[in-house]
């Protein structure tokens, strides 16, 4: 279920016949959107979308994320079927231009509707249709029961879609409710750490960040992360807000209430990208400054070294350590 970039998965879009095809699954965005037949611009070569016949949309797909890629197009209503379950009346956006999005045939949000883009539409709005998430249309039909989970052991990636899978966790759940202000409404899946540590040394303490699994890298604001690279001995600064490190760093952990869940420092460089020209011993950390960021953003490759559990219904993630195996 991951292909080493990012977490996707099959899904089939359609009736009667359907499209399959491979989506992104994306904690850190709520709308189902996939490449349409009609796409003018970056299209792919990837099966296309064909939207219901003689079915008229619903309204606009304009959707920005936060890496400034786009997608453009009209929203319809038709049947996902995800493993054996089959979901009628799902909100789909077909995309006809999609901008710097490579290799990705669509995105399957797994957020909440409150950052939704569909539900802000005046032509929904105006024939009393209000928007619901693709996980809240599953609880809706009595599908699932309010939990789903993400998993990566060696070369293998599961998306467990209700629940977790008992085999793989070890049922030790560290619960952390949504960090969320006074009657606001959940949107993404936002979570307060106690720390991040070095070697076993709080470095930055309650940080908040968003867990996301359509990010690959650790994001985090520039000041944050500098401050943190600044306690990894012989660290230097790249571009585009990657750090070289000595290869040998030591472990990186994320405190949540009170429990270490750690990064191995080899995973910690293993998983950063390639192209620059490093010192000899040196490698590329797996946190990236950014700008535009007040709050982290914990993507896939962290979330790789455990087990991640998403409580839709009680507004809660849950992280677990993953089963050895002998």
Known sequence: MSNGAWWSGKIDVGSPGYTRVNVL????STDVWLVSASCSKNCGTAPKYIAPAGVQSEGTLNLTYHDDSHVFGKVYRDT?????????????????????????????????????????????????????????????????????????????????????????????????????????????????????????????LEQRMIVDTGTNYMLGPMNAVEQFYQCVKGAKPLNNGFWQIPCDTPDVAFTFDGKDFVITGSVFVKCAPGGYQLDEGYC???????????????????????????????????????????
């Open 80 to 204: 996902i079927r995800v493993g054996d379950l089959q979901v009628e009346n799902v909100a789909v956006g077909a995309a006809d231009i999609v901008h710097d999005m490579k290799d990705i045939e669509g995105i399957f949000g797994l957020a909440f509707p409150a950052i939704s883009t569909f539900k802000a539409d005046p032509y929904s709005q105006k024939k009393g249709q209000t928007y619901v998430s693709f996980y809240d249309t599953m609880l809706q039909q009595g599908l699932v029961h309010g939990k789903f989970s993400f998993s990566y052991t060696g070369d293998v990636g599961e998306f467990y879609l209700d629940g977790w899978n008992q085999e793989i966790s070890d049922g030790n759940f560290t619960w952390l409710d949504l960090d969320l202000a006074e009657d606001e409404a959940p949107g993404l899946w936002k979570i307060k750490a106690d720390a991040i540590k070095l070697d076993d040394s709080d470095v930055l």
């Open 25 to 28: 699954l994306d904690t850190g």
């Open 284 to 326: 590329v950390g797996m946190f990236k400054g950014d700008p535009g960021l007040s709050f982290w953003i914990l993507g896939q490759f962290a979330m790789q070294n455990w087990y991640t559990t998403f409580d839709y219904k009680d507004q809660r993630v849950g992280f677990s350590s993953l089963k050895t195996t002998t």
